[in-house]
């Protein structure tokens, strides 16, 4: 069985700056993709930022709300995705689930709250 479990989050004045993590764990033969998504009350589930690993390589993608705000990066040796989010908006809060894709299945964390005080 695979785990993911999330770390970071919080609250934080607009303008902040807040890290995210998410460590897999379990029976991992292979990552081809580790990232975040985020969704607020009323909202539906959007992709935040993800690596996805093809070959040899590793390439990020951000959602256009977020570029140049967010970096995400990835250390395989720990099977962890980070998320550095800074210059904060209130319309960045939301909870921010990771997602990966281990052994061709999905997997979820149990998500993580992050309020952007105005």
């Known amino acids: 069985q695979v785990q993911l479990v999330e770390s970071g989050g919080g609250v934080v004045a607009a303008g902040g700056s807040l890290s995210l993590s998410c460590a897999a764990s379990g029976s991992i033969s292979i990552i081809t993709a580790m990232g975040w998504y985020r969704q607020s009350p009323g909202k539906q589930r959007e992709l935040v930022a993800q690596i996805t690993k093809r070959g040899t390589a590793n390439y990020a993608n951000y959602a256009d709300s977020v570029k140049g705000r967010f970096t995400i990066s990835r250390d395989s040796t720990k099977n962890t995705v980070y998320l550095q989010m800074s210059s904060l908006k209130p319309e960045d809060s939301a909870v921010y689930y990771c997602?990966?894709?281990?052994?061709?299945?999905?997997?979820w964390g149990q998500g993580t709250q992050v309020t952007v005080s105005s």
């Open positions: 997602r990966s894709i281990i052994n061709g299945e999905t997997y």
